[in-house]
């Protein structure tokens, strides 16, 4: 039992305090990998110093700053609370993400403006403090009107990351931060965990530093990125990764060479990402003289009101048509959707709905309310509407049979409803974004064999309602995990600001009930407000 | 917004008791026609107790909802139809407890001042006392 109030220590590490025949390297031996309960002994055979601390959050992106936001708030003091990542700022892979992915600083995410994750209150929203900072009665009038007569108010990512920063030095963030590799957690015999830490090379004596706490926190963001496999197969058979880009990896030199040479640019999916770079591609032909034709491919083209499982003619449970209830709006293609759930996920109906629904059930509402989908922007309609009258936007329809080489172009096999059609073109741009499964990384996958974690009805990591990982319990010690590898639990919105935060609220309150941290009750949430409005420290 | 009907019922409860009582406490003495707290409350009362019927009516709208929303614009709006509808029956002198029809100005005044400070609280302060108010549906306990 770790006393949360002690100090850290860190045991010496000196070699000749342990048995002499054995090699004291600091690292992990076969004993411990095989091994799924450590005991304290164990760890220090090996060598591992051990740092005492009773709270560690893995991650160190923004999963794991809204945790530590909330505990901080909650009166927790930054001795008690370690970071452990390879991150130096939490919004580092969420920028480079968004840029890729067309959403520089300057421009709008798609996120909604109460939904603030340097603010647990979402007050006063970005849009509120964006209208009343710069007296900009369009901005106010957008957040009074939306989604009626106006398009979403959302937030310039630029501001998200400054107002990301400032409450990251509020909460003495840097503080808590320790940086380095986490591809390891055990439960400890005897209750806690540990959490093996690889420090940069250098930073430390030994290859590995071991946490010793009584909770843990799993924010480690997506496990990884999935190519279409027929992209991938031309990509390693042709050695070609300039003409074939995935829009979550840097690709710029795709767009400075569409501003020299007339080109064509097959771009696959129809989400949000396949928006913004459609936005890119038209903005650069509009504003800058591009020649670009743009091919865009729809698999599941969208032609009216629909649900996660397509259109009304698409098959689906039950059969029939989208339930009255459940219809969503669609056209051109594409589906609509204001963001990337139903709002209702992050605090009414459907938040109420899934927290009550088990296995199959879950997975049939995760289904139905899903499916790619994209806002409806004026400005990208425009431009689309644009492109389909001047013969520079072409979506299809079809699914990709094959795709060859010719010269310096690709020949897609297109399988359409007429028959298969070759599309030839100079790039193509991959937006369908899929996701690896989450034993595609390694602290997952370890966890998944060696530390109780199981797999919810979507085949993702299993989070009760307090998102401790169900199965992980050790001693008086609880584990927790949130962000999008805990997708297909009782929240549907995981992997999104406000998400995080619900998680982190549900992860708190769980913790004040195991005594640690204070109530966040209305007069501490108040005083704390005022706190975090006058940028002082909670 | 993003309620469900059981938070709608409660906001609406807690609102009009919390911000209409104290408005109501402070507004009656200087309303034009002079009207005495009776009147006034019975007209809060008579809000509150029609609002919930309303908020029945809104949470099947809102079915028709993709995203089963509120939209922060009809929170005002809805104030047009019940405020139409409370000075309908005080006109027709339908409510119990008050004789004869009471002066229009003050009731425009006290509903409107109500139901816009109201509308702003829920937007946006209400989220500072209860951080989970707004996760919840609505629901304050």
């Known amino acids: ?5 002690a100090a850290s220590v860190v045991p010496t590490t000196d070699p000749s305090t342990y048995l002499p025949a054995q090699a004291i390297t600091g690292d992990l031996t076969d004993q411990m990998l095989e091994t799924d309960f450590w005991t304290d002994d164990l760890v220090a055979a090996a060598g591992i110093p051990i740092v005492d601390v009773p709270f560690v959050t893995v991650g160190s992106g923004i999963g794991s700053f809204v945790t530590v936001d909330y505990l901080r708030i909650a009166g927790v003091p930054t001795s008690q609370i370690r970071v452990l990542g390879t991150l130096d700022k939490p919004w580092q892979t969420y920028e480079y993400l968004t840029r890729v992915s067309q959403v520089p600083r300057p421009e709008r995410l798609r996120s909604d403006s109460a939904s603030r994750p340097d603010n647990i209150w979402g007050f006063p929203s970005y849009g509120f403090a964006e209208g009343v900072r710069k007296f900009n009665l369009k901005v106010l009038w957008q957040l009074f009107s939306e989604p009626i007569f106006a398009d979403y108010y959302t937030p310039k990512a630029g501001n998200v ?8 030095n509020r909460i003495g963030y840097d503080e808590m931060l320790v940086k380095g590799l986490v591809r390891i957690v055990r439960r400890r015999y005897g209750g806690g965990y540990f959490t093996i830490l690889t420090p940069p090379e250098g930073a430390s004596a030994t290859k590995r530093v071991a946490f010793r706490s009584q909770y843990v926190h799993v924010a480690v963001g997506y496990p990884g990125l999935k190519f279409l496999p027929e992209l991938q197969r031309y990509r390693t058979e042709n050695n070609d990764y300039r003409h074939i880009v995935n829009a979550y990896e840097a690709h710029e030199h795709v767009y400075e060479r569409l501003m020299q040479v007339p080109s064509t640019v097959v771009v696959r999916g129809g989400g949000i990402v396949a928006s913004r770079v459609l936005q890119r591609l038209m903005d650069d032909r509009l504003l800058h003289g591009a020649q670009t034709n743009i091919v865009h491919l729809f698999r599941t083209y969208i032609n009216g009101p629909n649900d996660g499982y397509g259109n009304e003619g698409d098959p689906r449970p039950g059969g029939g048509k989208p339930r009255m209830f459940m219809r969503r709006r669609g056209g051109d293609g594409w589906a609509y959707q204001g963001f990337n759930y139903p709002k209702s996920v992050w605090g009414g109906q459907l938040k109420a709905q899934v927290r ?13 309310m899903g499916g790619t989908n994209t806002p409806w922007r004026k400005l990208w309609q425009k431009q689309m509407n644009q492109g389909r009258r001047e013969g520079w936007y072409t979506p299809v329809v079809g699914a990709v049979e094959d795709m060859q080489p ?3 172009r690709i020949v897609n096999h297109v399988r359409t409803a007429q028959g298969t059609v070759p599309i030839e073109a100079d790039f193509v741009i991959d937006c369908t974004g899929l996701e690896a499964d989450i034993a595609e990384h390694r602290l997952l996958k370890d966890l998944l064999e060696h530390g109780g974690v199981t797999r919810n009805p979507v085949g993702r990591l299993n989070v009760d309602r307090s998102f401790e990982l169900i199965g992980t319990a050790s001693g008086t010690g609880a584990m927790y995990a949130s962000g999008s ?3 297909g639990g009782y929240f549907p919105g995981v992997d999104t600001f406000l998400g995080l935060q619900v998680a982190a609220q549900e992860i708190q309150a769980d913790l004040r009930k195991r005594g640690f941290g204070k109530r966040i009750g209305p007069v501490r949430s108040t005083l704390q407000w005022w706190k975090w409005l006058a940028g002082s420290a909670p | 917004m993003l309620p469900t009907l059981n938070g ?3 906001t609406r409860i807690f609102m009009l008791v919390v911000f209409g009582g104290l408005i109501t406490l402070a507004l009656t003495p200087i309303l034009p026609g002079d009207p005495d707290y009776k009147t006034t409350y019975i007209i809060l009362a008579t809000v509150l107790v029609l609002g919930i019927v309303w908020e029945l009516i809104y949470h099947g709208i809102q079915q028709f909802r993709w995203e089963k929303d509120w939209p922060t614009m009809f929170g005002l709006i809805t104030a047009l139809n019940e405020g139409a509808l409370v000075w309908l029956l005080l006109d027709l002198e339908l409510v119990p407890g008050i004789d004869g029809v009471p002066d229009f100005w003050a009731f425009l005044i006290d509903f409107s001042v109500i139901w816009f400070v109201v509308w702003i609280w829920t937007n946006g302060p209400m989220r500072v006392p209860f951080i989970r108010w707004r996760f919840f549906g609505g629901r304050i306990i």
Do not use: H, V
């Open chain 1, 406 to 408: 010719s010269g310096e």
């Open chain 1, 161 to 168: 990351f400054e107002q990301l920063e400032r409450e990251s």
């Open chain 2, 8 to 10: 709608r019922l409660q």
């Open chain 1, 1 to 5: 039992m770790i006393e949360p109030s």
């Open chain 1, 356 to 368: 009550k629904l088990e296995g199959e059930e879950r997975a049939e509402l995760y289904k139905r």
């Open chain 1, 485 to 487: 590898s805990t997708l």
